[in-house]
């Protein structure tokens, strides 16, 4: 077991486009722990961060890439998260951001999602 983390891109009405994941961490936890705290300042209810859907906005994506370049995804612990993982995804991380963008451009939602 180990915390799954996925994003993925959707159409307008939220259905998923060719089902087309964006892209996949394992146990990547600070990352996990910037959603969460995201879905939270959105007021988003759930009892535990995990299978929430998150849609992820421009001004999002924006700011986890300040985050990810200044090394400032919050330190998260769990049972099932792992160590800090941040330099081995910072350039996955960068990535996906850059793809996140390109899809946004063109009118799609991209979300995140997660379960341990």
Do not use: C
């Not at 330190?75 to 995804?89: R, S, V």
């Amino acid at each position: 077991m180990g915390l799954d983390m996925y994003a993925y891109v959707a159409d307008k009405a939220g259905r998923e486009v060719d089902s087309r994941e964006l892209a996949y961490w394992r146990k990547h936890p600070n990352l996990h722990g910037w959603m969460e705290r995201l879905a939270e300042s959105k007021n988003l209810e759930y009892g535990s961060f995990n299978g929430v859907e998150l849609e992820l906005t421009w001004a999002d994506i924006d700011a986890l890439e300040q985050a990810v370049t200044h090394g400032q995804l919050p330190p998260t612990g769990g049972f099932f998260f792992g160590n800090d993982a941040d330099e081995l995804y910072r350039e996955k991380d960068l990535e996906f951001i850059k793809n996140a963008q390109a899809e946004l451009f063109l009118g799609l939602k991209v979300f995140y999602n997660s379960s341990w």
